[in-house]
């Protein structure tokens, strides 16, 4: 674990050193959720997925339904299986 001291200026706004921007990724126009626990400051990089990032992950889970056996006409009913079991547990 890295530690850096931050100044806030009076607008409220921190810098976060190159070297931990450059480690996970952050850069002009990132967006950054900020969690707090106690008095536990966090900060993650939200990292929106492309039109392509979607096309790639639906083509893979419908390879894997594939590999699996499942049909498209199988949908309805996982899904309705799904529901069910969630108003059971509710």
Known sequence: MSVEMLTVS?????VIPSAMRKKIGIE???QLAAYMVGDVLM????????D????????EA???ASD????PSDVAEIIDDV???KRRQA
Do not use: C, E, M
Request: glycine letters at 8%; charged letters at 25%; hydrophobic letters at 30%.
């Open 52 to 59: 392509n990032d979607f096309l790639t992950w639906l083509d």
């Open 68 to 71: 699996a056996g499942y049909k």
């Open 83 to 85: 529901r069910s079991k």
């Open 43 to 50: 900060l993650k990089p939200v990292h929106i997925p492309t």
């Open 10 to 14: 009076t607008k409220g706004q921190v």
């Open 28 to 30: 002009a126009g990132t």
């Open 62 to 64: 419908r390879q894997w």
